[in-house]
C-alpha cells in the first residue's frame, strides 16, 4: 500500500454522509451552474467599472469604459454587479453541492462543467481583486532587459508605471522562482509588454494550473477513499479559487496545479517524476518547499528504518535543490528565490490569526502598562516558530498511509499560524486537506465561513476608483454592505444555504423559539382561567402547575 493507498485515512474519522437536499441530485446540477455563469458575467460586467486597468492600456479610451469609470453612476454600478456577482458566485457553489449531495458518478461531470462555465467570463475579466499580475509583466522586463528581479524593483524600467503595477512593487524584489521568471519573460518577448495581453497569456498560465487541479485533485482523493467529485467541488469549484486564479491570474494557481500532479505521482510511486513536478512548483513560488520531506517519506515506504528515511530525506533535496541551482544559471538568476523563504515580508494582517490576537494582545497589554508592541511581537514569533515544530513533528511522527494528510496539515498550520495571509493563501492546501477528507461538520462549515469572508473582503478592498469621481457612498463602502446584504439572505433568508451555514437553520430556530413562547403565554393564560373558575385552591393548582410550565421552558 502506498501514502495514497485505498485504505488511506483520512482526517481522523470516516467522513460523515454529505448532506441530504430535498432536491434532486445531479439531474438538476445545471440550475446552480447557470446560476453561477450568470454570477461570472455580472463580474465581467462590473470590472470593466472597477478593475484594474493599466494606465498604458488602450482600454481606459472606449467610450463605455470611460462611462463606467468616470460617470458615478457607472462606478456605483459596476461596484454593485461585481459584488453581487461574487456573491451569486458562492450561493452557486453551495448550491451545487446541494445538488450533488448523493455525489453518484456522474457527479465528476457536473463539478467539471461548473467549473468550466463559471471560469470562462472570469477569464476576459479586467483583473480584480488584485493587480498581482502586472507587476509580472514588470518582472518579465526586467528579465528581458538584462536585470536581476531578485535584487531590484520594477522602478528601474522606463515607464513602469504605465504597466499597471502597485507601487508597493517599485522597489520590491520579486518573491517568484525561476522558473516563473522564465513564464514572464516569454509573455513580455510574445506581447512586447503590452499589458492587456499580458494578462491574457498570465491568465492562460493560471489556466494551466487550473486544469491540472481538476484532473488530479479527484484522482488523488479517490486513492484516499475519498469521493473524487466532492474534493473538487470543494478544491477548485469554491468561488474564492476561481476568482483568485482566473479573474485576478495569480501565479499561485501554477504552483498548486503542479503540487497536486507532482504528489499524486509520488502517491502512485512515480517518485522521481513527482519531485520533479514539486521541484517545478516551487519554480514558481518557493512555498511549496514545505512538501519535499513529505515526498521523502513516500519514496522511504512504510516500513522503512530512520537510516532509510534520512536518505530519502537527503535524496529528495539533493534532487530538487539541485535542479533548481542549475535553473539560475540562465539570465543569471542564481538562486535568489531563496530571499523569500529566508527573509519573509515583515508586519502582518489584521485577520490572521497570528495579526488579529497579536492586536487584541498589544491592547490588553498597552491598558495595563505593559509593552504592547513587544509581548505581540513575540506572540506572532512564537507563533511562527509553532509552525516549524509541527511542521516536523508531522514529518517524523504518523502513520504512512496518511503521507498526505500530514503534509496538508503541516502546510495548513505554516500558513494559519503565519502573521501574513492573503485571501488566496489558504487554496495553497485546500486541495491536499479535501483529498485526505474535509466532514460535513464544523470543518466544511469553517471553510463555507472562510471563503464567504475573504471573498467580501476582497470585493471591498481592491476597487479601482479614480480619486476625482464624485460618488454619494465610498465604492468600497458600497461594496460592503452589498455584500453584507447578501451574506444576511445567505445566513438567514435563503431556504436553501441558510441549513448549511449555520447548523440548526436559524429562522427554523427562532420561529420554535417564538412559537414555544406562544404556547406558554397560552397555557399560562389557561391556567389563570381555569383558577378564576374553579377558586382558591384550584388557583393555587393552577398556579403550581404554571411553574412547572415555567421550569420546562427554562
Known amino acids: 500500500m502506498t501514502s495514497g493507498g485505498p485504505h488511506a485515512g483520512t482526517s481522523g474519522s470516516t467522513p460523515a454522509a454529505p448532506v441530504k437536499s430535498s432536491a434532486p441530485a445531479t439531474g438538476r446540477a ?50 454593485v454587479l461585481l459584488t453581487v456577482g461574487a456573491m451569486v458566485l458562492i450561493r452557486s457553489w453551495l448550491r451545487l453541492g446541494q445538488r450533488l449531495a448523493e455525489w453518484g ?120 477513499g475519498i469521493n473524487g467529485a466532492r474534493a473538487l467541488w470543494i478544491a477548485v469549484a469554491n468561488p474564492l479559487f476561481l476568482i483568485s486564479f482566473i479573474a485576478s491570474a495569480h501565479n499561485d494557481a501554477l504552483m498548486v496545479g503542479l503540487a497536486v500532479a507532482g504528489v499524486y505521482l509520488a502517491a502512485t510511486r512515480r517518485y522521481i517524476l513527482g519531485i520533479l513536478l514539486v521541484t517545478a512548483s516551487i519554480g514558481i513560488k518557493p512555498i511549496t518547499v514545505l512538501l519535499l520531506p513529505f515526498l521523502g517519506v513516500m519514496w522511504a515506504g512504510p516500513s522503512a528504518s530512520w537510516p532509510r528515511r534520512f536518505l530519502m530525506w537527503g535524496a529528495t533535496a539533493a534532487l530538487s535543490f539541485g535542479v533548481l541551482l542549475l535553473s539560475g544559471i540562465p539570465y543569471g538568476l542564481g538562486i535568489g528565490w531563496t530571499w523569500a523563504i529566508m527573509d519573509p515580508t515583515p508586519g502582518y494582517t489584521g485577520y490572521s490569526p497570528s495579526g488579529f490576537i497579536g492586536q487584541q494582545v498589544e491592547l490588553l497589554a498597552n491598558a495595563l502598562g505593559l509593552p504592547g508592541g513587544t509581548l505581540a511581537t513575540w506572540l506572532r514569533t512564537g507563533m511562527k516558530w509553532t509552525a516549524i515544530a509541527l511542521v516536523l513533528l508531522l514529518m517524523f511522527r504518523g502513520d504512512y498511509s496518511r503521507a498526505v494528510r500530514r503534509m496538508a496539515l503541516a502546510f495548513t498550520a505554516v500558513v494559519m499560524l503565519s502573521p501574513i495571509i492573503q485571501p488566496w493563501y489558504i487554496l495553497w492546501f485546500l486541495p491536499f486537506l479535501a483529498v485526505t477528507g474535509i466532514r460535513d461538520d464544523w470543518q466544511i462549515r469553517s471553510l463555507y465561513v472562510g471563503v464567504t469572508f475573504f471573498v467580501v473582503f476582497g470585493a471591498q478592498d481592491q476597487l479601482s476608483v479614480w480619486g476625482f469621481v464624485e460618488l454619494p457612498i465610498d465604492a468600497s463602502t458600497l461594496a460592503f454592505f452589498t455584500a453584507l446584504a447578501f451574506t444576511f439572505y445567505l445566513l438567514f433568508l435563503d431556504v436553501h444555504t441558510r441549513k448549511l451555514l449555520i447548523e440548526g437553520r436559524p429562522l427554523d430556530l427562532a420561529r420554535r423559539g417564538w412559537k414555544r413562547l406562544l404556547e406558554w403565554r397560552t397555557q399560562r393564560a389557561e391556567a389563570a382561567r381555569r383558577a378564576a373558575a374553579v377558586g382558591p385552591k384550584g388557583a393555587q393548582a393552577a398556579v403550581g402547575k404554571d411553574a412547572v410550565d415555567q421550569a420546562e421552558m427554562r
Request: glycine share 10%; with cysteine; aromatic share 12%.
Open 105 to 224: 458518478k456522474s457527479s465528476l461531470r457536473s463539478v467539471v462543467t461548473a467549473i468550466s462555465a463559471w471560469s470562462l467570463p472570469l477569464l476576459f475579466c479586467v483583473p480584480v481583486f488584485s493587480r498581482d499580475v502586472y507587476a509580472y509583466t514588470g518582472q518579465g522586463r526586467l528579465v528581458q532587459e538584462g536585470q536581476n528581479p531578485y535584487e531590484v524593483g520594477i522602478s528601474t524600467l522606463s515607464n513602469w508605471f504605465s504597466l499597471g503595477a502597485d507601487p508597493a512593487w517599485a522597489e520590491n524584489r520579486t518573491p517568484y522562482g525561476p522558473y516563473f521568471l522564465w513564464l514572464a519573460r516569454a509573455v513580455v518577448g510574445l506581447t512586447g509588454a503590452q499589458p492587456d495581453i499580458s494578462v491574457l497569456l498570465f491568465r492562460l498560465l493560471a489556466g494551466a494550473g487550473v486544469l491540472l487541479c481538476v484532473i488530479y485533485v479527484p484522482k488523488l482523493a479517490e486513492l484516499h
Open 30 to 79: 445545471y440550475l446552480a451552474t447557470i446560476e453561477g455563469f450568470i454570477g461570472a458575467l455580472m463580474m465581467f460586467v462590473g470590472s470593466i467599472g472597477t478593475g484594474w486597468i493599466a494606465p498604458g492600456s488602450p482600454m481606459i479610451r472606449q467610450p463605455v469604459v470611460i462611462a463606467l469609470r468616470t460617470e458615478g453612476w457607472g462606478v456605483a454600478v459596476s461596484t
